[in-house]
């Protein structure tokens, strides 16, 4: 599929995704969101850590597109957030840890899109918020779902009813975003975290990836047994020999994603 929205930029075993619409500040539209789904599925096997950020300047995302969703009726309103929805979760459950690194504006859409990735990282201009209800509608890519897990309930509850835009420090004050960097620096912070997960077994992050999302929503048993099972798995894999080996004959690790 040829992308008219994304700009991809591959170094090694990190790809960096940029999401390009500059005439409406990166709002998402149906076609964002199919370019974002087919990319998805085409992600190289050698990638190991995967980037998203905002093209130019001023807005990581700003929302899901307005002048598309204005007209919609209550089949389609539901069909676009499923289409969103279902992209997001993808990014949640990819086989690889997704930085978000937030680069301007994070609003509606494209804050629910920050939430799906797995760590968030923002330069200090950035602004995040979920304005939908002064639009008539709820965060309708799982935001309601996703803030409340991140920042607690109460706050996502007065960020969602008050629809209020929070700055860069306010968001690391409530762990909305990891850290924040001067603009210019957020894209080499992003590439210097990403470089410290690529230097670790990729079967490891992978498998603590699955963990960290699945036990969130069980039962402390079964959320321990789940890690259990998982680490068990990780010694039959080559790279746990490696890695052990390696630090007791104080050597570097050569992972081999096996
Ligand atoms: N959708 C469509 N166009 C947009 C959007 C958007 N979300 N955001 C900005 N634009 C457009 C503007 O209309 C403008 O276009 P034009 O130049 O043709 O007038 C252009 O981008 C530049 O924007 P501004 O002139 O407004 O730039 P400012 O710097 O003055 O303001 C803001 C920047 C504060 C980001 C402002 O543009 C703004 O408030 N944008 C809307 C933010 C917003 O409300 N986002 C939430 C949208 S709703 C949503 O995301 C729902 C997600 C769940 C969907 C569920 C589906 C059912």
């Known amino acids: 599929m040829e992308y008219n929205f994304l700009k991809i930029n591959q170094t090694d075993a990190v790809c960096t995704l940029a999401i390009s619409a500059p005439k409406s500040l990166n709002a998402l539209n149906s076609n964002i969101l199919k370019e974002l789904d087919d990319f998805l599925d085409h992600i190289t096997p050698e990638t190991r850590v995967l980037i998203i950020t905002g093209d130019g300047e001023k807005s990581f995302v700003a929302g899901a597109d307005i002048s598309e969703m204005a007209n919609l009726n209550e089949s389609e309103g539901e069909t676009f957030g499923k289409l969103g929805a279902a992209v997001f979760r993808k990014i949640e459950t990819l086989p690889i840890p997704v930085i978000a690194a937030v680069n301007g504006f994070a609003l509606g859409g494209g804050c629910e899109l920050a939430l799906a990735c797995d760590i968030r990282i923002a330069s200090n201009k950035a602004k995040f918020g979920q304005p939908e209800v002064g639009l008539g509608i709820i965060p309708g890519f799982s935001g309601t779902y996703r803030l409340a ?101 104080k050597a570097a690790p050569k992972f081999q994603n096996k």
């Open 149 to 249: 897990k991140m920042v607690g309930m109460g706050y996502a509850k007065e960020m969602i009813y008050t629809g209020k835009a929070i700055r860069a420090d306010e968001a690391l004050r409530v762990g909305l975003v990891n850290a924040i960097y001067e603009p210019e620096q957020l894209m080499e912070e992003a590439m210097n975290l990403a470089n410290r997960i690529v230097a670790n077994a990729p079967i490891a992050v992978r498998y603590a990836k699955v963990c960290i999302n699945e036990e969130y929503d069980l039962k402390a048993d079964d959320a321990i047994a789940f890690e259990n099972k998982m680490f068990g798995k990780c010694f039959a894999t080559q790279d746990q020999k490696e890695g052990m080996t390696a630090f007791l004959t």
